[in-house]
């Protein structure tokens, strides 16, 4: 259902990642918000490791309500606070993506909330 596209006549991903995902066949798609590390209580919880921990469980939540998981996601955003938690959020999307390189892109930046660490947003197709 996934063409990956990873163009010899460019440079190679520089990370777990795929240049392009094709979705090969008609399928449902699911657009998620931005995601914050937020608790299901809306509380912040302290630290990069555990608000990542957050965002993927609200992720994976929303993906359960459309019946999909994280094999469905063709396109992830990740914008950070700070550059620094770059290895951090890699480390965690790998561990929960494990071999699938979906099409990403993260950005280093102020969030809406000073104590909001990470925010994601996914593209699934199913």
């Known amino acids: 259902m996934f063409k ?4 010899p006549s460019m440079f190679a991903p520089v990370g777990p990642y795929s240049h392009a995902i094709e979705v090969d066949r008609p399928a449902r798609l699911l657009f998620s918000s931005g995601t914050m590390g937020l608790d299901s209580e809306s509380r912040v919880p302290a630290g990069i490791d555990a608000q990542l921990e957050a965002a993927w469980n609200n992720l994976k939540a929303i993906l359960a309500s459309a019946e999909m998981d994280i094999g469905n996601i063709v396109k992830i955003t ?4 700070h550059r620094d938690f770059r290895g951090p959020a890699t480390a965690y999307r790998q561990a929960v993506l494990g071999d699938r390189k979906p099409a990403v892109t993260t950005m280093v930046g102020g969030l809406l909330q000073d104590d909001w660490l990470v925010e994601i947003e996914i593209v699934a197709a199913g």
């Open 4 to 7: 990956l596209h990873n163009p």
């Open 78 to 81: 990740t914008y950070l606070a």
